[in-house]
């Protein structure tokens, strides 16, 4: 079940995931306080060390970004018990410097040394065992969406084909409806349903949520009146790409039309917004510019070493920009000098022969993108945005991928949904893949969703 708020679908069990724990961490500090001080009245500590609730509210907050920055808010994020609790380590841990570092400029909200690691354990144990309790509730059919697939065929096949836990977490099928013109056989027999007499009733006799509008032909029998009924009556009717964007956090392309795309809410534009994204771009560039001197000093020196003090070291690359214009991307050279002797672009491939040894490093680590920085201060680049590809490849793609042109209707990023959901890739089946997240944030971008992505970036 997910909720979209400001262009962004946010999950509901695990925004109110993000509340329960919210309001934990909010109260460590009382608690905390209590065991260090021990004694219940809470009047009596604050007139010796203060008010507890800014500090609370400081920690909390803190506490929540170090939360999400870790994954810990996206549905997508697959880790077991073992990786659950190593994320957790790592937030609490950002928590307790991040912490440290505010009081140290901030007085008012100084936490003693004895207050602040309590707060922190509790704060540990507290997140620990409500996701422990929350994981086990969550697969639950009282979280989920029970939906009703009008449509058997083609189309209706590729819900039944999701097999990421973190896509199906959402829903529950309770059954598929044949239509006129679906392609038979794609769906399981046990899971079809005869509701053509009364949709409704069926719906309400089985606590439907949601109708998905899977049909192969929507020109043969579509069922106008009955879907406009079960609309009226509170349950949701939703197209399979929307659908499928909302579940997946992306837009897929076997099932996408281009009315979707022209009717669908998303895809806007405005001097304000852009205004507001230039800002957080200036800000966000310049922040990470500051923390990575020190990387990008060592980096530099690293590349001289390896390959000669006369070497250079940026690799200038043309990429395509907004609507299609060329820059030239900066990054760190991590290949040899003569990587592309033949004249011909060349997709990088796993354990490529020609990335060096400080390259292959910088590769892994994603080093050799901080001189991208440079491109976002000068505008060519957005901090969050698709990944410019060189025009060589993106003509190739342009004709054999469909509406792979759209994804240049913003600026490219340094980071984006794409990068974050989908490991490296470089090839073209890669590329149609990342699409779909592309598109999804073209669609929906925002600056709700440009804060998640940076914060998720870490």
Not at 132 to 157: C, P, T, W, Y
Not at 216 to 229: A, Y
Request: proline letters at 4%.
């Amino acid at each position: 079940m997910a909720i979209k708020l400001f262009q962004h679908y946010l999950h509901l069990p695990l925004a109110l995931l993000a509340c329960l724990e919210a309001a934990l961490f909010l109260g460590a500090p009382y608690v905390a306080a209590i065991v260090r001080f021990q004694t219940t009245d809470l009047a009596a500590i604050e007139r010796s060390t203060g008010p507890l609730l800014p500090r609370a509210v400081a920690f909390a907050g803190v506490a929540l970004i170090a939360m999400a920055a870790m994954g810990l808010y996206n549905a997508r994020q697959r880790s077991r018990l073992v990786g659950m609790l190593t994320r957790i380590v790592v937030a609490m841990l950002s928590t307790l410097l991040v912490s440290i570092v505010i009081y140290y400029f901030f007085e008012g909200l100084f936490f003693g040394r004895g207050v602040l690691a309590i707060t922190t354990v509790l704060a540990f144990a507290s997140a620990v065992i409500i996701r422990m309790v929350f994981d086990r509730l969550f697969d639950q059919e009282a979280f989920k969406r029970r939906i009703v697939v009008f449509g058997a065929g083609r189309r209706a096949s590729s819900i039944a084909k999701l097999r990421r836990r973190s896509d199906r977490r959402g829903f529950t099928i309770v059954g598929y409806m044949a239509a006129d013109g679906d392609e038979p056989g794609l769906v399981s027999r046990e899971l079809l349903i005869d509701a053509n007499d009364n949709l409704l009733a069926f719906c309400e006799q089985h606590l439907v949520d949601e109708i998905v509008v899977a049909m192969d032909d929507r020109r043969r029998g579509f069922p106008m009146d009955q879907l406009l009924e079960c609309r009226l009556e509170g349950i949701e009717v939703t197209e399979l790409v929307t659908f499928f964007e909302r579940e997946t956090g992306k837009v897929r392309l076997d099932v996408l039309n281009p009315s979707w795309m022209i009717f669908s809410d998303g895809f806007r534009q405005g001097r304000m917004h852009n205004l507001v994204e230039r800002t957080f771009d200036m800000v966000a560039s310049t922040m990470l510019l500051i923390i990575a001197l020190p990387v990008m000093a060592l980096t530099v020196l690293a590349i001289k070493l390896e390959d000669g003090w006369r070497a250079p070291v940026l690799y200038r690359q043309t990429r395509v920009g907004q609507y299609g214009r060329p820059f030239k991307l900066k990054k760190f050279r991590s290949m040899r000098i003569d990587a592309e002797s033949a004249g011909k672009p060349v997709w990088a491939v796993k354990n490529d022969s020609r990335v060096t040894r400080i390259g292959a490093f910088i590769r892994k680590t994603r080093i050799d993108e901080l001189p991208q920085i440079l491109n976002v201060l000068r505008g060519e680049m957005s901090f969050v945005g698709p990944r410019p590809e060189r025009p060589e490849f993106v003509s190739q793609l342009n004709e054999r991928i469909p509406y792979y042109r759209e994804r240049h209707s913003i600026k490219p990023g340094l980071t984006g949904w794409a990068q974050l959901c989908y490991p490296y890739g470089s090839s073209e089946q890669d590329a149609a893949e990342k699409l779909q997240y592309d598109l999804f944030y073209v669609k929906n971008h925002s600056p709700l969703f440009y804060l998640a992505i940076v914060v998720q970036t870490v």
